[in-house]
């Protein structure tokens, strides 16, 4: 009597006839065309739960010229690898990203913050988000070893 392997292990698997398609890369919807610069402003408010509600936070809704595009907040936070530091993170409604309106909401904000110097974190895989925080004056700062990029941003000394 021939024994029959009972242990997933023991069983030899069949070898696909063709690999496996890897899963095609999403990019994110355009918005449309780029907007004029000057037609982005930030709306000042109280910010809600754990958006800029805090000791030291700030929060600021943007607006386009269609309207409300997003957030950006402040808060000021205590985490490693920085310690104790302003962090800002923005958020712009899906059919308003890709028109630049990141771009410039990063730099008015930075520049109506009260903090000295701000910091983002963010998955070192979202382009976006780091090219238009780059555009607005915001430098890599990530230490070695992180799995988060770490962007910093100083106010112009004149």
């Known amino acids: 009597m021939s024994k029959v392997p009972t242990h997933k292990a023991a069983v030899k698997r069949r070898k696909p006839s063709r690999p496996t398609p890897k899963p095609k890369v999403v990019k994110p919807p355009k918005g449309g065309p780029k907007i004029d610069p000057a037609e982005v402003r930030l709306a000042q408010k109280p910010g809600p739960k754990n958006k800029g509600d805090g000791p030291g936070g700030e929060y600021w809704d ?15 936070i205590d985490e490693p690898p920085l ?76």
Not at 62 to 76: D, M, Q, S
Not at 115 to 141: C, I
């Open 62 to 76: 943007v607006v386009g010229p269609t309207g409300r595009a997003g957030e950006v907040f402040v808060n000021v």
């Open 83 to 158: 310690g104790r530091h302003a962090s800002m993170q923005i958020f712009l409604n899906q059919d308003q990203q890709g028109r630049g309106i990141g771009r410039v909401a990063y730099r008015l904000a930075a520049e109506a913050s009260q903090h000295d110097p701000l910091y983002l974190h963010m998955r070192k895989s979202n382009d976006a988000s780091r090219l238009a925080a780059e555009a607005a004056g915001f430098v890599d700062v990530s230490p070695s070893g992180i799995t988060q990029l770490i962007l910093r941003r100083d106010r112009r000394k004149d």
